[in-house]
Structure formats: structure tokens, C-alpha cells
């Protein structure tokens, strides 16, 4: 796998000039030439990039789905993310590219909270599409972090990661409304999600295939598990783990309420490897042990 170690690096299979910051650019995107080198067709790289990018060529293959590139769409890659790109002759268009190296963020609070921004873990398909208002705002915003990059002093970190902090939770909010606005779509999705939750243990398949988890019902829905956990709490203000447990929970107080089957067994039909782990997720969402509950129903 080719990795493509700086920011120095990048500008120059861009044909770019040295960057004004050796750790964090603004790049031109009709300013660019990719080089048809090797290094595309498998790379990753030690930085993260946010893509505003409008009427480009060529695609782009992110994990195991390929993108074509539209307008005013905003994609985002973190460090170490397997990528490739598929083009003869690229031709970028307009558009901008901001990439930071993760260093750059030492020290900062941002290190810590980069982790929330879940979109940097979407795949390409389930980029942000954009206003023309929301993408004026972040164009604002990237001119600013790119004025900044030509004063390195002491307080330069401190106002690019401010602007970039700003930037991310631009897309949070643009993000929010992408889900709220495809209504249609999103309405199927949420359908096909509670058809999967119910079908996987109407069918047995927790005893068969173990305990679901998220990305098994990620990829059954070829989404990428952030996004769609992202969906789920902007539509039903749960993610994709508390919608799993409160299936669980809900089955397991069927099964101790309706049959005579103990605890261990209870626990392996919903997919648990061990009796105990099942009885310590049940307590901490009943408040109540299984026997204690099913006692309970009994008396009542």
C-alpha cells in the first residue's frame, strides 16, 4: 500500500507548489494536476481532508464503493483510510481541498473531539450535498484558514483549528439537514432498518450468527455504520446500538414472560456467547436481574 507521508508530498503528485504551512493547506482544485502516477490506484495518507468539490472528472473508490464527483459536494477522508482513484486525464474542475496533518492538533482540544465528527468515517456515496448558501459559508471559512497559513507564529494553530473546528460543525448542522430534507428516502431506509431488526430474530439467526451488531446491519444496508447510526438518532433519537439493545430487551422479556426457558438458554437465542453478559446488558437497561423480572410479571 503507497502512503503518502506530508502535506509536501501531496502538493507536489498535485504539481502544486510547497505548501505555506508544512502542516495544514488550502488547495485550489483548478489549480491541480494529479499525476497519473501508481500511488493512486491504493494509497493512504496521514492527514485528514475535507473535499468541497464542483464539475470534477474522473472517480473516486473509498472503502468498497466508488463516487463519481458532482457539484457542491462535501466528502471527508481521515488518516490512514484506504483510498484509490480511478481517472485518465483528470480534470479537477473548481472546488477546494483542506488537508491537516493529525500532529497539527497536539495539544489541542480539537485531538480529542475530531473523534465526534462521525462523517469522516462515511463512505463516499454518503457525502454532503450542499446550498448554494451552506457551501458560501464554508468557502468563507477556507479562505480564512488559508489567509492564516502564510502567518506562522504562536498564535496560528489556535485560529486554524478554531476555523477548522467551525468548519466541522458547519457540516454537522448541513449534515443534519440532509437527513431531515430527503424525507422519502430516508423514510425507506428507516422501514428497511426495522425490517432487518425484526426479520434477524423472527428468523433465528442470533443463535445461528451471533449477537447483531452494527455493522452487520450496516452492511446488510450498504451504509456505512456512522452514517447510519447518525440517521437513526436525527430521526428517532436513538443510534444503531440502542435501537439493537432495546430489541434485545424487548425480545428477552418475551421469551422470560411467555416460556420456561432459563436464563442461559434465553441468552443464546438472542445471540449471547455467555449467560452473564446477557444478565449484566438486561439489568442495566430493567434495572431489574432476568429472574427478578420474570418473578415479577409472574406476581403481577
Do not use: C, W
Given at each position: 500500500m503507497n502512503i503518502i507521508p506530508s502535506i509536501s508530498a501531496f502538493h507536489r503528485l498535485l504539481s502544486l507548489p510547497e505548501p505555506k504551512h508544512p502542516q495544514v493547506s488550502v488547495i485550489n482544485l483548478s489549480e491541480s494536476i494529479f499525476l497519473d502516477d501508481e500511488i493512486w490506484k491504493g494509497f493512504t495518507n496521514r492527514f485528514y481532508c475535507v473535499a468541497l468539490k464542483r464539475d470534477a472528472t474522473g472517480k473516486m473508490k473509498y472503502g468498497?464503493?466508488?463516487?463519481?464527483?458532482d457539484k457542491g459536494v462535501l466528502s471527508f477522508t481521515a488518516p490512514n483510510q484506504v483510498q484509490y482513484l480511478d481517472f485518465h486525464n483528470m480534470e479537477c474542475g473548481a472546488g477546494h481541498l483542506l488537508i491537516f496533518h493529525e500532529d497539527f492538533m497536539l495539544s489541542h482540544p480539537l485531538a480529542e473531539t475530531i473523534s465526534n465528527f462521525g462523517f469522516f468515517s462515511y463512505a463516499v456515496n454518503e457525502a454532503l450535498h450542499l446550498s448554494e448558501d451552506e457551501e458560501n459559508d464554508l468557502i468563507e471559512i477556507l479562505h480564512k484558514i488559508d489567509k492564516e497559513c502564510q502567518h506562522i507564529d504562536r498564535h496560528t494553530?489556535?485560529?486554524?483549528?478554531?476555523?477548522?473546528?467551525?468548519?466541522?460543525?458547519?457540516?454537522?448542522?448541513?449534515?443534519?439537514?440532509?437527513?431531515?430534507?430527503?424525507?422519502?428516502?430516508?423514510?425507506?431506509?428507516?422501514?428497511?432498518?426495522?425490517?432487518?431488526?425484526?426479520?434477524?430474530?423472527?428468523?433465528?439467526?442470533?443463535?445461528?450468527?451471533?449477537?447483531?451488531?452494527?455493522?452487520?446491519?450496516?452492511?446488510?444496508?450498504n451504509l456505512s455504520p456512522n452514517y447510519l447510526s447518525d440517521l437513526l438518532r436525527i430521526h428517532t433519537g436513538q443510534n444503531t446500538q440502542q435501537h439493537i439493545h432495546e430489541k434485545l430487551i424487548s425480545r428477552a422479556k418475551e421469551k422470560l414472560s411467555n416460556t420456561q426457558l432459563s436464563v442461559s438458554e434465553i441468552a443464546y437465542i438472542l445471540g449471547f456467547e455467555h449467560a452473564q453478559s446477557f444478565s449484566t446488558l438486561f439489568k442495566k437497561k430493567t434495572q431489574m436481574a432476568p429472574l427478578e423480572f420474570r418473578a415479577k410479571f409472574k406476581f403481577n
Open positions: 468498497q464503493q466508488h463516487y463519481d464527483y494553530q489556535e485560529i486554524i483549528l478554531s476555523q477548522i473546528d467551525l468548519l466541522l460543525n458547519y457540516s454537522n448542522r448541513f449534515y443534519e439537514r440532509q437527513f431531515i430534507t430527503r424525507k422519502n428516502s430516508n423514510h425507506q431506509l428507516l422501514a428497511k432498518f426495522e425490517k432487518f431488526l425484526n426479520d434477524y430474530f423472527d428468523q433465528d439467526k442470533p443463535a445461528e450468527k451471533g449477537l447483531l451488531t452494527v455493522h452487520i446491519i450496516a452492511e446488510a444496508m
